[in-house]
T-cell receptor, first 113, second 115 residues
Framework: DPKIIQKPKYLVAVTGSEKILICEQY?????MYWYRQSAKKPLEFMFSYSYQKLMDNQTASSRFQPQSSKKNHLDLQITALKPDDSATYFCASSQEQGEREVFFGKGTRLTVV | AQKVTQTQTSISVMEKTTVTMDCVYE???????LFWYKQTASGEIVFLIRQDSYKKENATVGHYSLNFQKPKSSIGLIITATQIEDSAVYFC????????????FGGGTRLTVRP
């Protein structure tokens, strides 16, 4: 059974719209992250959360907003979508912030048309 | 700033042979952690093995082992007795103490194992 669930698996959005990518982890981890993988760049760190608090934000744009409603949830809201936002977004987690092993979900592939 | 470079974009080997994938890294920190991940055809990213910079012994997990050459800032992944299902994209990554929880990834090496 997958321990980090991302929904939806595929998402098509219109330029200018807003979408929320869902992530839930059932590993009992306290730290959660978002990474992005596009055709142009390797896996790229976006955010880290620890105990539901934002610890690090390496995303230049404020259009990307993580939301943590529960300890094991870290959703990603993206507003004013652009074609360049097309990528696969991976949620990840680790027992604690900076823990050596980080585990990844299966990703949400976002296509902005 | 951290940087991870994988110069081999793709490798093809015969089944049951040994393959080595290269990775070099840059960091200003004296303490850091190096990782290898595998991304399967379905897109799933799987943690394989880790090397802590302060450890001299090369890490080994199953048929994965590392060739850690600290003076060269190099961390090669060795897969012995390759199997068809080892076909995937392999990513090298690092984290140092100045980066918090951030993992910096290389561009990946696509491994194809032929029967």
């Amino acid at each position: 059974d997958p321990k980090i669930i991302q929904k939806p698996k595929y998402l098509v959005a219109v330029t200018g719209s807003e979408k929320i990518l869902i992530c839930e982890q059932y590993l009992g981890h306290n730290a959660m992250y978002w990474y992005r993988q596009s055709a142009k760049k390797p896996l790229e760190f976006m955010f880290s959360y620890s105990y539901q608090k934002l610890m690090d934000n390496q995303t230049a744009s404020s259009r990307f907003q993580p939301q943590s409603s529960k300890k094991n949830h870290l959703d990603l809201q993206i507003t004013a979508l652009k074609p360049d936002d097309s990528a696969t977004y991976f949620c990840a987690s680790s027992q604690e912030q900076g823990e050596r092993e980080v585990f990844f979900g299966k990703g949400t592939r976002l296509t902005v048309v | 700033a951290q940087k991870v470079t994988q110069t081999q974009t793709s490798i093809s080997v015969m089944e049951k042979t040994t393959v080595t994938m290269d990775c070099v890294y840059e960091t200003q920190d004296s303490s850091y952690f190096l990782f290898w991940y595998k991304q399967t055809a379905s897109g799933e990213i799987v943690f394989l093995i880790r090397q802590d910079s302060y450890k001299k012994e090369n890490a080994t997990v199953g048929h994965y082992s590392l060739n850690f050459q600290k003076p060269k800032s190099s961390i090669g992944l060795i897969i012995t007795a390759t199997q068809i299902e080892d076909s995937a994209v392999y990513f090298c990554a690092m984290r140092d103490n100045n980066a918090g929880a951030k993992l910096t990834f290389g561009g990946g090496t696509r491994l194809t194992v032929r029967p």
